[in-house]
Every structure is written in structure tokens, then in C-alpha cells.
């Protein structure tokens, strides 16, 4: 039997919504008959829910039987080794398209090195790498929610974020302190309303606190399907802040608050008039809250893995053949 290894050679503590995609992806794999492994010699992320159904190793084979599932961070040992002939098949699972853009590295660079196929999680991004880098073989994946982690517990009226995306940088204030200051600056009522930052936690506390949070601020940034902001769709948050990009698959007037990251007093503006709606038990809010659900209710785990059957099929099928040809 053919086997398909995810090369995910990252340290384990690095909290990522892609590390988690990749570890669905793999379970969902198994549970459909193949035989799949996670490249990660330092072992399984403790952040994660890890079942016993994925196997994760230290050492993987390269011969014609294998397909090796390479990530889109193409530097240090991972180029060096996609740019290494070998009898397996190599495939890219790209779920971010501006890292890979940062490289510099072009299409004939990619048929140089082998890929045949590339897996995106989105439609932003398949008609990104298909317009910049004019890749075809692009296949949607889409990501998905997993409605018995991420729901709506008893709510308190307080705003939730996850701040890494814009972090203090080269004098630049860190974007979520930014806003929380601004909006207490500006509604100094608001100070009685906490904040929450999901990070450093595992995923079942980040679903608890978001199931709890009245509010998501989404500071999404140059992502490909921005998986956090559906998660607060789901648990019932009102949403306001940035797609991101690849928000665009699913961000509309109905389902939330969109903004560009200058409008940062324009979210300031936001936030305080949901706080406050909130209290007032304005029925607007509820409105945009059961568009967000229903939004979040059309990236089910069925789509994904039935995504998955019909594109590892195609992709066992040719594994073997000439890459793309320049």
C-alpha cells in the first residue's frame, strides 16, 4: 500500500491553526484507509488533541510507494530536501500562499523540484496561486469546524482575540493592546468588560473561553482560510475585525463587523456599540449572530473529508508520473 507522510518538522509548542490542519487532514486519511504518518521528530504538539489513530514519526521512507506532503515553508532542510531527486511522489499543502510568495521561488522552480500537486484550504488562495504563480493542479480542501468543540456555552459580555498576528514590531504597538487601550480611552465605561487572549492554551480552553465570549476580535493577516474566526462564528461571537484575505471566502456585511487594520478607531467605535448593545439585549445583534452560525455551518467535517477522499484518490491514481511540465 502507497503511504502518504506529512512533513511537519516543527517544534511542538508552536501553536498553529495549520499544525491542527494538518493533523485533521492526516486522521481523516487513516480513517479513510490509508496508511499516514506526521513527519515531526520532536514529537506530537501537547496543544493538540492528538488521537491514537495518527502515527507520528521520526523517520519516514522515499521510495516510488510514498507520497510526501511538503508545507509551504519552503527554507533551511525543507528546501533543501524538495529540491532533492527522489522516487517519491512530492505534493504541497500550502495553506499559507505569502509565505511561500516570500521565498522568491517560481513555478519552474516547483517543477524543478517535483510537486505535482498543490492542496489549498480555500478558493482565495486557489485563484491566488493560480493567477501569481500560474500553478494548475490546484485542489480545495476546505477547512472545517468541529461543532462538538466549538459552540455556544453561557455567554459574558467580554471581548475575545488571539493577538499573535500583529504582535509589537519595529516600533509598531502590538494591534489588540492598541485597540483595547483606545476603546477604554475613548468608553472609559468599558474597562468593567475583560478581555480574553487565546494563546498558550490548548484548543478544548480556547473553544471553552470563546463559547463564553460575547465578542471576537479578529486580527487575521495574510492567511489563506482563516480557521479562528469561523471557530467564534460557530460558539456564537459577534465578529469584528480583518478577513485576513482568505476571509474573503466567507466574511460578509451579514455575518459580521469588516474592517481594514487602519480603521483601527472605527473598530474602537464597534466594539463599545456591541458591549453596550449586549447589555441592552439589542435584537440587531442577534440577527448577524444566526447569519454567523449559519455561516460557520457550511464548513462541516463531511466536506473536508469527502474533499479529501476525491483528491488523495486523484493524486494516488498518478502518483508515479511526470511532474508539471514547465
Known amino acids: 500500500m502507497k503511504k502518504i507522510v506529512f512533513l511537519n518538522p516543527f517544534v511542538p509548542g508552536s501553536v498553529s491553526g495549520g499544525v491542527k490542519v494538518v493533523y485533521q487532514h492526516a486522521s481523516m486519511l487513516g480513517a479513510l484507509g490509508y496508511d499516514v504518518s506526521v513527519y515531526q521528530p520532536a514529537g506530537a504538539p501537547p496543544w493538540l488533541d492528538v488521537g491514537d489513530d495518527v502515527r507520528v514519526c521520526d523517520q519516514f521512507p522515499v521510495d516510488e510507494e510514498t507520497v510526501l506532503v511538503f508545507p509551504e515553508v519552503m527554507r533551511d532542510w525543507l528546501l533543501d530536501f524538495a529540491r532533492t531527486p527522489l522516487g517519491a511522489t512530492k505534493i504541497m499543502f500550502c495553506q499559507n500562499q505569502y509565505y511561500l510568495y516570500s521565498y522568491g521561488i517560481e513555478r519552474s522552480d516547483l ?14 488562495i486557489a485563484r491566488s496561486l493560480t493567477t501569481v504563480l500560474g500553478l494548475d493542479q490546484v485542489h480545495v480542501v476546505p477547512i472545517s469546524i468541529d461543532s462538538q468543540m466549538f459552540y455556544p456555552r453561557a455567554k459574558e459580555n467580554r471581548i475575545a482575540t488571539n493577538p499573535k498576528k500583529w504582535p509589537f514590531q ?27 487572549y487565546l494563546e498558550n492554551m490548548p484548543q478544548h480552553e480556547v473553544a471553552e473561553h470563546m463559547g463564553r465570549s460575547t465578542i471576537f476580535l479578529a486580527l487575521s493577516r495574510q492567511e489563506a482560510a482563516p480557521l479562528t474566526p469561523l471557530e ?54 442577534d440577527m448577524m449572530l444566526d447569519e454567523a452560525e449559519k455561516t460557520a455551518r457550511r464548513y462541516t467535517i463531511d466536506e473536508t473529508r469527502n474533499a479529501l477522499a476525491q483528491v488523495y484518490g486523484l493524486i494516488m491514481s498518478q502518483s508515479g508520473r511526470a511532474s508539471l511540465s514547465l
Request: a negative charge.
Open 111 to 124: 517543477v524543478r523540484m517535483g510537486f505535482t500537486h498543490f492542496i489549498v484550504p480555500g478558493q482565495e
Open 170 to 196: 519595529n516600533g509598531n504597538p502590538a494591534l489588540a493592546h492598541l485597540i483595547m487601550n483606545m476603546l477604554h480611552l475613548k468608553y472609559p465605561e468599558t474597562r468593567r468588560f475583560p478581555w480574553i
Open 232 to 285: 467564534a462564528m460557530a460558539s456564537r461571537c459577534a465578529l469584528v475585525g480583518f478577513h485576513g484575505t482568505g476571509g474573503k471566502d466567507y466574511a460578509t456585511h451579514r455575518n459580521g463587523h469588516w474592517f481594514s487594520p487602519e480603521q483601527c478607531e472605527e473598530i474602537v467605535d464597534r466594539l463599545a456599540s456591541l458591549l453596550f448593545g449586549f447589555e441592552h439585549g439589542d435584537p440587531s445583534i
